[in-house]
């Protein structure tokens, strides 16, 4: 082990062990408040009290003495004049309609409004409603040559080469050396200039809004996330631990999200059987039980080349061949169109192990 | 000691990545359907001026020999998108796939004076391959069923997994004129009914009619001498001779043990029928049996050791099995009504009989040790059951109700599918399915 291995290797170990057991080291104290506090004695106690209580009705208090009459403060009676009358506002000419006044001072915390659609956040999950047909490999860069005209890329034809190897010819010196008639070969593919940053116009994003997920539960979050947190860290360290980066498909951890619901699951099964012929099976055939794996891609079809027998019970391996031979069948042919599967519950259902143990037809 | 400190750390790595794999989505299928198989039969190419009628008459037989299993299904020629032009050519399978092909038989026929030369390859369609190798047979212009038919168990074998019986024929008593004066005699056809031949004349009655292990000899009871008396036939020549019998006996019931240099029968002296064993060079017989009641219809297991017969010596017919050799037997039916004419099975594992229950007739099968009995078939009258080479069909006798009733041969799938009467040239019954022919 040379001495970059062992460092990194030191590394990486300290790494896990600080993740794994970082926490019992961790002896940072929490945070608190810090109050003062004295001892009083229970007089003081209470007189603090008095000082501070409600004062109290008292019954002792003098009435107060009835007001006298003033008399010369009467009013004397007069001739009868008519009132003096105010002239009425003159409504003809209301008041001037004053503006209310606006307060322009402005807001606190002002927020920007820009007259753009608003960014929609990508989910992070549950997709699959949505999930392109194909897998968001990386386009290949176009073309990166300069010509001074633009051609056409070549039409694609699905004729192979031809692996036979010809003979090699000598010219004929005898003969006349006619050259052949060739037709002139389409230049290569290009373009006249080099747009590095040039993608298709074709996006992997989706075409309509995904519906929001609904707010999970507080209780539930706040329990999960740091666990996840915690899972996905240890994973990270262990993926960098083994030398692997990002996690394939078949790497990944137990499937997430609800399991396929029983109809689910039934309706899978009823889909196979409709295509598991076992009319030309041998009776031994008949008789094996055998276990066949089969991953499936997002669109619910079977990829064949993934479907194998794991293992057989209760025959000769010609037996479990002819029973495996009529299971395969099965699969590919009711597969042909993709099972009925729900497709946000993908993680479920990529790999299916099927027991094919048809005792009823025995 | 700190390499093994990380190698420890890094095991327990693998081993939790390990088990944070994803869990396969797992279900049982107990259920499923049976179906004929599509098969495509495309003309067989003729690769000689002349050989195009042979050719075309070897594909239909080796479909007609497929479809009449019941497991197989031909695809209409009209459907083909692919035309199999050269024996050599690859196949197109996405052309068969489209149409459902499962299976693809293709064939090409050579045909120089008198010899014919036809050789075949079968496709499993949907897994893209061939299935065994291609196979090439010789014979001559007269021969060509016979050529169809070794096809046809070729690739029966192939996507079955189990041997063919295409090859194979069929000795039986042929029945002709009313019910009151019915003539018979021993008649030998392909196991289709194709090139049907008399063994004998009409001028005795004949029964039971048996194959000898290798197909080229018959045992039948004859009433020429006015008694029953059993009789050996080669095939080849029609010669035949009378089994050395004592006077005054009736023989009755033979059939060949496997080694072929035996025979058991049901010999009837005093009125007491019992059976026995004779060797047929030297004529030295071994009772097996010693009872005071009826044994006859004696059938060897396919390992010679032991011997199905019916008795009706717990007071009704029913089935027992005892040693090659004799002594004690065990009864192996046990279900209400009588059982008769029990056949040990290819394969050893079933025996056909014959049972009467309830006013009716039935051919059905059960294990050795009596269990699993299943019935096959019902009617008014029908008996005499015989296994296909392969152990896979039983063929029978069926006769109609009524005076001018008649007698044919059906066959059946053990599964008690694909019952279907057997092509014969009139009336017939009493059949014995030969062996595969070499």
Not at chain 1, 120 to 140: C, H
Not at chain 2, 351 to 377: C, N, P, W, Y
Request: hydrophobic share 40%; glycine share 8%; charged share 25%.
């Amino acid at each position: 082990m040379n001495r970059g291995q062992s460092i990194s290797l030191i590394g990486h170990a300290g790494l896990i062990g600080l993740l794994l057991f970082g926490g019992k080291w961790n002896s940072e104290p929490l945070p608190f408040e810090i109050s003062d506090v004295s001892v009083v004695s229970e007089a003081e106690y209470q007189a603090a009290l008095a000082a501070v209580r409600a004062p109290q009705a008292v019954s002792d208090v003098t009435a107060p003495a009835p007001p006298r009459e003033d008399t010369s403060a009467q009013p004397q009676a007069t001739a009868d004049t008519p009132p003096v009358t105010q002239d009425a506002p003159d409504v003809a000419r209301p008041e001037a309609d004053v503006s209310p006044q606006v307060d322009r001072r402005e807001p606190e915390g002002r927020t920007e409004v820009e007259d753009v659609p608003p960014q929609l956040v990508q989910p992070e999950e549950d997709v699959a409603v949505l999930t392109p047909g194909t897998s968001p490999r990386p386009k290949l860069r176009p073309i990166e040559r300069v010509a001074p005209e633009a051609v056409n890329t070549p039409e694609q034809t699905d004729a192979a080469p031809s692996e036979e190897v010809q003979p090699e010819t000598a010219p004929d010196t005898i003969a006349e050396v006619v050259k052949p008639a060739t037709e002139a070969a389409q230049p290569e593919a290009a373009t006249t200039e080099i747009n590095p940053e040039a993608r298709d116009d074709e996006t992997l994003a989706p075409a309509q809004s995904v519906r929001p997920k609904g707010r999970p539960e507080r209780q539930a979050e706040a329990a999960t996330a740091p666990a996840a947190e915690a899972t996905n860290a240890v994973n990270d360290a262990l993926a960098e631990a083994m030398g692997g980066g990002d996690d394939t498909a078949e790497d990944r951890p137990a499937p997430s999200g609800p399991p396929l619901t029983g109809a689910e699951r039934e309706g899978l099964k009823l889909a196979i059987i409709r295509c598991y012929n076992v009319g030309a099976l041998s009776t031994e055939a008949l008789a094996v039980t055998i276990y066949v794996s089969v991953e499936m891609a997002r669109d619910g079809k079977p990829v064949i080349a993934s479907i194998k027998l794991l293992r057989s019970e209760n025959g000769s391996e010609a037996a479990a061949k002819q029973a495996y031979d009529a299971a395969r069948r099965a699969i590919i042919i009711c597969g042909n169109d993709g099972f009925e599967l729900p497709s946000e519950k993908y993680d479920q259902w990529k790999t299916v192990e099927i027991k094919f143990n048809p005792e009823s037809m025995r | 000691m700190i390499l093994r400190l990380l190698s420890f750390v890094l095991v327990a790595a693998l081993s939790a990545k390990t088990v944070a794999q994803a869990e396969p989505l797992r279900i049982e299928i107990t259920d499923a359907v049976i179906e004929p198989l599509p098969v495509a039969v495309p003309e067989f190419v003729a690769e000689t001026a002349g050989a195009g009628p042979v050719a075309a008459d070897i594909a239909r037989v080796v479909a007609e020999d497929l479809k009449g299993t019941g497991l197989f299904r031909e695809i209409d020629k009209a459907a083909f998108i692919s035309q199999i032009s050269s024996f050599d050519a690859p196949v197109q399978f996405a052309d068969w796939k489209a149409i459902n092909a499962q299976a693809l038989i293709t064939g090409a026929v050579t045909v120089q004076g008198e010899q014919v030369i036809v050789k075949f390859r079968v496709y499993d369609v949907f897994a893209g391959q061939e299935l065994g190798k291609g196979l090439q047979l010789a014979g001559t212009r007269a021969g060509w069923r016979r050529m169809a038919h070794k096809v046809a168990d070729q690739v029966y074998t192939r996507i079955t997994g189990e041997g063919g019986y295409f090859d194979s024929r069929v000795v039986y008593v042929s029945e002709t004129g009313p019910k009151d004066d019915r003539k018979k005699r021993l008649a030998i056809m392909d196991y289709d009914g194709a090139n049907n031949q008399f063994l004998t004349d009409s001028s005795a009655i004949v029964l039971a009619p048996r194959f000898s292990p290798t197909g080229d000899r018959v045992l039948y009871t004859s009433y020429e001498t006015g008694f029953p008396k059993i009789y050996l036939l080669d095939v080849a020549s029609v010669g035949r001779r009378v089994l050395q019998s004592r006077e005054g006996t009736m023989s009755f019931a033979p059939r060949f043990a496997p080694d072929g240099r035996r025979v058991v029968f049901s010999l009837e002296s005093g009125g007491n029928t019992d059976i026995y064993l004779m060797d047929v060079t030297t004529g030295a017989e071994q009772r097996l049996t010693h009872a005071p009641s009826i044994e006859t219809a004696p059938s060897f297991s396919p390992d010679g050791r032991q011997i199905v017969f019916e008795s009706d010596r717990s007071g009704s017919q029913q089935l027992y099995i005892m040693s090659a050799s004799g002594g004690e037997a065990r009864r192996i039916s046990t279900g209400p009504g009588r059982y008769g004419t029990p056949v040990w099975s290819p394969r050893g594992d079933l025996v056909a009989f014959t049972k009467q229950s309830k006013g009716r007739f039935h051919i059905g099968i059960m294990r050795v040790d009596g269990t699993g009995e299943k019935l096959l078939t019902a009617s008014f009258l029908e008996e005499g059951p015989t296994w296909a080479p392969n152990g896979r069909v039983i063929m029978f006798t069926r006769e109609t109700q009524g005076t001018d009733g008649q007698s044919s041969l059906y066959s059946v799938d053990i599964s008690g599918r694909n019952l279907q009467r057997v092509r014969t040239e009139g009336g017939a019954s009493d059949p014995s399915w030969s062996p595969l022919q070499p």
